[in-house]
């Protein structure tokens, strides 16, 4: 992209910062496309039958980006690369939440019944795939950042990083030196801060 569209866009950023709401339109123009595509990656592996497809997940995640950038939640964000950052992880968190609630719905509405569980690494697995590109990549790591520091306890950051890791319940308690069943209350502990942050 050239300077001049690089000018652009910022300035359509600060156009939507300031409260114009026309601005918002190029800027799905041009970031429509790349949003669908995103979505559709991390959606792929979701149960059939979901009940909202790509492109609902995109408008979800822009109307919240809007709305996010007009409460000032992105103050340093400046230009296309920050932006296309910013979309990327908004979407991708709508896919997950999307695939979660596919998940639920699948499994009886939410309502606690015996039956296997998705593990936040296996969901983990089916949002990222095999191959993230460079961006990605460095988005997750950046995104796992924050969300550790959600957790706000140095005891649930090491649960959730040795989780993130592909250990067991078993294996965390004994890394732990903790119970199997302290792993499994402080592992729901966890899915519950970062599932309200993502609402």
């Known amino acids: 992209m050239?300077?001049?569209e690089e000018g652009t866009v910022s300035r359509w950023i600060?156009?939507?910062k300031e409260g114009d709401p026309e601005a918002a339109q190029?800027?799905?123009?041009?970031?429509?496309?790349?949003?669908?595509?995103?979505a559709r990656a991390k959606l792929r592996s979701r149960?059939?039958?979901?009940?909202?497809?790509e492109e609902d997940v995109a408008l979800s995640a822009f109307d919240s980006f809007c709305a996010g950038l007009a409460n000032g939640r992105f103050p340093q964000?400046?230009?296309r690369e920050d932006l296309w950052?910013?979309?990327?992880?908004?979407t991708s968190r709508k896919a997950i939440a999307q695939i979660r609630h596919d998940l639920r719905a699948k499994r009886g509405g939410g309502s606690a019944r015996a039956g296997p569980e998705t593990s936040d690494e296996d969901l983990l697995g089916q949002v990222v795939g095999n191959e993230p590109t460079p961006e990605f990549a460095v988005m997750v790591a950046e995104e796992c950042e924050r969300l550790l520091e959600l957790l706000g306890d140095d005891v649930l950051r090491k649960i959730a990083i040795l989780r993130?890791?592909?250990a067991t319940n078993d294996e965390i308690a004994a890394r732990s030196g903790c119970a199997r069943r302290t792993?499994?209350?402080q592992l729901a502990l966890i899915r519950q801060i970062w599932l309200a942050d993502v609402s």
């Open 2 to 4: 050239s300077g001049g």
């Open 14 to 16: 600060t156009d939507l």
């Open 26 to 38: 190029p800027l799905w123009e041009r970031y429509f496309v790349r949003m669908v595509g995103l």
């Open 47 to 53: 149960p059939r039958g979901g009940a909202a497809d």
């Open 77 to 79: 964000l400046a230009d």
């Open 85 to 90: 950052r910013v979309l990327m992880v908004i």
């Open 164 to 166: 993130m890791e592909g």
């Open 183 to 185: 792993v499994a209350r």
